[in-house]
Nanobody, 122 residues
Framework: QVQLVESGGGLVQAGGSLRISCAAS????????MGWYRQFPEKERELVAG???????AYADSVKGRFTISRDNVKNILYLQMNSLKPEDSGVYYC????????????????WGQGTQVSVSS
């Protein structure tokens, strides 16, 4: 059974930094990717960043150069380092597992964490 538990969200001022984490367990061996999504009120969930087991990454244009995704394959922890945060980065951030191929990340159906709230004040 897949379990994804996010942590590290909180309130930060614009321009600040935050690192969120996701502890994963029970990931099916056929899935080689993990990713972060975020959701704003009344909006669809959107991809923030994805990473393969080997460390290949993909980012949304809006976070390139500011966010860095990484993973610890031994501890099964996914990270998202967020720098130069903007108020429009505020939202609920979700961890997922899925497939990473052709330079992009595709979440597997039904494998989501409970989310962690990130709030950026102006």
């Amino acid at each position: 059974q897949v379990q994804l538990v996010e942590s590290g969200g909180g309130l930060v001022q614009a321009g600040g930094s935050l690192r969120i984490s996701c502890a994963a367990s029970g990931i099916p061996g056929r899935l080689n990717g993990m990713g972060w999504y975020r959701q704003f009120p009344e909006k669809e969930r959107e991809l923030v960043a994805g990473i393969s087991t080997e460390g290949s990454t993909a980012y949304a244009d809006s976070v390139k150069g500011r966010f860095t995704i990484s993973r610890d394959n031994v501890k099964n922890i996914l990270y998202l380092q967020m720098n130069s945060l903007k108020p429009e980065d505020s939202g609920v951030y979700y961890c997922s597992v899925g497939d990473f191929y052709a330079g992009d990340y595709y979440p597997a159906d039904g494998y989501w964490g409970q989310g962690t709230q990130v709030s950026v004040s102006s």
